[in-house]
């Protein structure tokens, strides 16, 4: 600071700024808020997907943490002790034990059928665990004594008109219709379609649900399940409270929620992790050439002025300090800009949010992920900036001074 | 002082060599105005910008106030200009971002000295020579003539040991050259402060104490003993 260096690196940045061309000020600005959005837009939105994929995973596929048979077993045996046993482990806030089984379900109307996975579960139970009793599009929710009844998820419920259909479904059924269920045991029964549920998540609208009860009538069930669902106080304290419930001494497989999911969308999400990443490079690309060009015009504008500041004794180092301060400068503003636009688009996409298989998406900004898009940023901009200033502040003063 | 021993350039054109200095040997006493002339080409420039450390002899001793300075680096030569020597151009060379009071000022500036006494320096430097009503004008607004006093004030600012005008007057007419060199004249005797000017115009040597006259790289000492009979190389 003595010898003025950086007083003077500054008071040139701040007059070439304010004196320089605006309009060639407004439009580096502009690209660098663009590299700023394009770097982090991809991630909001995979943010956004990861988010909701995580939520329905954990309020209507597996709750926080889910038990499933031994290595090697079917099913949970003595599983309405176990349910018992696990509502007194703390911080448990619901369980609900699941007993699945294929099934072809068929509308009586028409004919159409599908196959499907039927579960039955305790409904009262299962209020504790996921939210399918909040999602009711048509009718009601199962109750504890209902037999003859059935859930359904919009989806395999369907359209008369197939058209409209997003997944095979059973061809229109609305709330009172009767569909039937043919077991792999070979028994067939009649169903009234209780309830219409919307989850808006492709594969959990393409379910069904009867009550345990019901099940019991159909097959003895010997108080077996194949899988019993948890849910405890939150999504991140499911590892530890898969911990507790190993420690209580359950002996079944324990995963968390993000255990089981990892394999579903893992490799969808490590796809649009690899895509942003290619993103990211070629947005950080584009901005190192955007201030490479801009400095390295603006240097070459000043090529004569540089050689008077170096005559006139101003160091090099000052006045590469300068041209990097103005490097500064641009990226700072067009961060700030970036980032608006970004929180501008994550708004617009709030009000109308995009819509995915799992359902509507809002985007979800990670602000770590900016942050080392930013500093990455500035990395790439300060290097890009110093080299043009760098080579003609060390070219020979009267070379420079010819312009 | 300034000392001169064999001071040789060659520039290198491709394969081929122009030397614009042969070997010149000169000394310029303190308080001194002088005069480099010679026709064009003959090398004036080229010795300015040796002796003010602008460019780097290919050959020879610079000495200025008895220090060596021709095996300087650039950092220190950079440092040396700042602090011993001010300069004066014929295109006046001054910095278009900054106003008048600016480009006086940044010499100053770069020593470290406080903002507000930098400014201050500048605008009594700019009041000598008559531009104090123009201090916060950008360089684009102001004459030939002004551009080159604000060029003189800004040589002047860290009050340098020696002044090197490289043909100031050359892109001025006749009156605006006489203010120039009227001033250069009063900085010389008011201050003592030593001048080294390249100029060819006959009519500026009535300004000078003294002429050092160059023809082809080399001292053409013929016209020197015809214009300066006392003078000894």
Same mark, same amino acid.
């Given at each position: *600071?003595?010898?003025? +260096?950086?007083?003077?690196?500054?008071?040139?940045?701040?007059?070439?700024? +304010?004196?320089?061309? +605006?309009?060639?000020?407004?439009?580096?600005?502009?690209?660098?808020?663009?590299?700023?959005?394009?770097?982090?837009?991809? /991630?909001?939105?995979?943010?956004?997907?990861?988010?909701?994929?995580?939520?329905? *995973?954990?309020?209507?596929?597996?709750?926080?943490?889910?038990?499933?048979?031994?290595?090697?077993?079917?099913?949970?045996?003595?599983?309405?002790?176990?349910?018992?046993?696990?509502?007194?482990?703390?911080?448990?806030?619901?369980?609900?034990?699941?007993?699945?089984?294929?099934?072809?379900?068929?509308?009586?109307?028409?004919?159409?059928?599908?196959?499907?996975?039927?579960?039955?579960?305790?409904?009262?139970?299962?209020?504790?665990?996921?939210?399918?009793?909040?999602?009711?599009?048509?009718?009601?929710?199962?109750?504890?004594?209902?037999?003859?009844?059935?859930?359904?998820?919009?989806?395999?419920?369907?359209?008369?008109?197939?058209?409209?259909?997003?997944?095979?479904?059973?061809?229109?059924?609305?709330?009172?219709?009767?569909?039937?269920?043919?077991?792999?045991?070979?028994?067939?029964?009649?169903?009234?379609?209780?309830?219409?549920?919307?989850?808006?998540?492709?594969?959990?609208?393409?379910?069904?649900?009867?009550?345990?009860?019901?099940?019991? /009538?159909?097959?003895?069930?010997?108080?077996?399940?194949?899988?019993?669902?948890?849910?405890?106080?939150?999504?991140?304290?499911?590892?530890?409270?898969?911990?507790?419930?190993?420690?209580?001494?359950?002996?079944?497989?324990?995963?968390?929620?993000?255990?089981?999911?990892?394999?579903?969308?893992?490799?969808?999400?490590? /796809?649009?992790?690899?895509?942003?990443?290619?993103?990211?490079?070629?947005?950080?690309?584009?901005?190192?050439?955007?201030?490479?060009?801009?400095?390295?015009?603006?240097?070459?504008?000043?090529?004569?002025?540089?050689?008077?500041?170096?005559?006139?004794?101003?160091?090099?180092?000052?006045?590469?300090? /300068?041209?990097?301060?103005?490097?500064?400068?641009?990226?700072?503003?067009?961060?700030?800009?970036?980032?608006?636009?970004?929180?501008?688009?994550?708004?617009?996409?709030?009000?109308?949010?995009?819509?995915?298989?799992?359902?509507?998406?809002?985007?979800?900004?990670?602000?770590?992920?900016?942050?080392?898009?930013?500093?990455?940023?500035?990395?790439?901009?300060?290097?890009?900036?110093?080299?043009?200033?760098?080579?003609?502040?060390?070219?020979?003063?009267?070379?420079?001074?010819?312009? | 002082?300034?000392?001169?021993?064999?001071?040789?350039?060659?520039?290198?054109?491709?394969?081929?060599?122009?030397?614009?200095?042969?070997?010149?040997?000169?000394?310029?006493?303190?308080?001194?105005?002088?005069?480099?002339?010679?026709?064009?080409?003959?090398?004036?420039?080229?010795?300015?910008?040796?002796?003010?450390?602008?460019?780097?002899?290919?050959?020879?001793?610079?000495?200025?106030?008895?220090?060596?300075? =021709?095996?300087?680096?650039?950092?220190?030569?950079?440092?040396?200009?700042?602090?011993?020597?001010?300069?004066?151009?014929?295109?006046?060379?001054?910095?278009?971002?900054?106003?008048?009071?600016?480009?006086?000022?940044?010499?100053?500036?770069?020593?470290?000295?406080?903002?507000?006494?930098?400014?201050? =320096?500048?605008? =009594?430097?700019?009041?000598?020579?008559?531009?104090?009503?123009?201090?916060?004008?950008?360089?684009?607004?102001?004459?030939?003539?002004?551009?080159?006093?604000?060029?003189?004030?800004?040589?002047?600012?860290?009050?340098?040991?020696?002044?090197?005008?490289?043909?100031?007057?050359?892109?001025?007419?006749?009156?605006?050259?006489?203010?120039?060199?009227?001033?250069?004249? =009063?900085?010389?005797?008011?201050?003592?402060?030593?001048?080294?000017?390249?100029s060819h115009e006959a009519w500026h040597r009535e300004y000078f104490d003294r002429i050092i006259f160059i023809r082809d790289g080399l001292l053409d000492e013929d016209r020197l003993r015809q214009e300066n009979p006392a003078c000894t190389i």
């Open positions: *600071m003595g010898d003025g +260096r950086y007083p003077v690196s500054l008071y040139l940045a701040v007059r070439a700024i +304010r004196r320089g061309n +605006r309009g060639t000020l407004a439009l580096t600005i502009l690209i660098i808020a663009l590299v700023v959005v394009l770097m982090n837009f991809l /991630s909001m939105i995979i943010g956004g997907v990861v988010m909701i994929y995580n939520q329905q *995973m954990i309020d209507y596929q597996y709750g926080h943490v889910t038990i499933e048979p031994k290595e090697k077993e079917l099913y949970i045996e003595n599983s309405d002790g176990l349910v018992r046993s696990l509502t007194r482990i703390p911080g448990v806030t619901g369980v609900s034990a699941h007993l699945s089984t294929g099934a072809t379900i068929t509308n009586s109307k028409n004919g159409k059928f599908q196959t499907k996975s039927l579960t039955a579960f305790d409904p009262g139970d299962e209020t504790t665990v996921t939210r399918y009793h909040l999602r009711i599009m048509e009718g009601d929710f199962l109750s504890k004594g209902d037999t003859g009844q059935i859930l359904i998820g919009s989806l395999l419920a369907g359209n008369e008109d197939e058209a409209e259909d997003k997944v095979p479904s059973l061809g229109g059924v609305r709330v009172g219709d009767m569909v039937s269920v043919a077991y792999g045991n070979g028994e067939v029964k009649s169903y009234r379609v209780k309830g219409i549920f919307e989850t808006e998540g492709v594969l959990i609208d393409s379910s069904a649900f009867i009550t345990r009860r019901e099940m019991d /009538s159909v097959m003895p069930t010997e108080d077996r399940a194949t899988e019993i669902l948890v849910r405890g106080t939150s999504a991140a304290d499911a590892g530890r409270l898969k911990y507790a419930i190993m420690n209580y001494g359950v002996e079944e497989k324990v995963r968390t929620w993000n255990e089981k999911g990892k394999g579903i969308l893992g490799d969808a999400i490590a /796809s649009f992790s690899l895509l942003n990443t290619i993103m990211t490079f070629v947005c950080l690309v584009v901005a190192s050439v955007v201030v490479f060009i801009v400095t390295f015009i603006n240097i070459i504008n000043r090529r004569k002025q540089i050689g008077i500041l170096k005559a006139i004794g101003i160091r090099r180092q000052a006045i590469v300090g /300068s041209y990097l301060l103005q490097v500064l400068f641009l990226c700072s503003c067009g961060v700030i800009a970036g980032i608006l636009i970004l929180n501008g688009i994550a708004m617009v996409l709030t009000v109308f949010p995009l819509r995915f298989p799992m359902g509507y998406i809002t985007p979800v900004i990670d602000y770590s992920g900016i942050l080392l898009s930013i500093v990455l940023l500035f990395a790439v901009s300060l290097v890009s900036g110093y080299i043009p200033a760098w080579r003609v502040a060390n070219e020979e003063i009267l070379n420079a001074m010819r312009g | 002082m300034i000392e001169g021993s064999g001071i040789k350039k060659v520039y290198r054109l491709g394969l081929v060599e122009v030397a614009a200095l042969k070997g010149v040997t000169i000394r310029i006493d303190r308080g001194e105005f002088v005069g480099i002339m010679g026709p064009s080409g003959s090398g004036k420039s080229t010795l300015l910008h040796q002796l003010g450390l602008l460019d780097t002899p290919t050959g020879g001793k610079i000495y200025i106030d008895g220090m060596d300075v =021709s095996g300087l680096d650039d950092e220190e030569r950079t440092r040396f200009r700042l602090k011993h020597l001010g300069y004066v151009f014929q295109d006046y060379a001054l910095v278009s971002e900054l106003n008048v009071l600016e480009n006086v000022a940044i010499p100053a500036i770069m020593q470290g000295k406080p903002l507000a006494g930098c400014y201050a =320096s500048a605008a =009594s430097v700019l009041g000598k020579v008559g531009l104090s009503d123009r201090l916060s004008h950008l360089v684009y607004e102001l004459s030939g003539g002004e551009q080159q006093r604000v060029s003189i004030a800004r040589a002047l600012v860290n009050s340098p040991s020696i002044v090197f005008a490289d043909e100031p007057c050359a892109n001025l007419d006749t009156e605006n050259s006489r203010i120039v060199l009227e001033l250069f004249r =009063s900085l010389n005797r008011d201050l003592g402060q030593t001048i080294v000017m390249v």
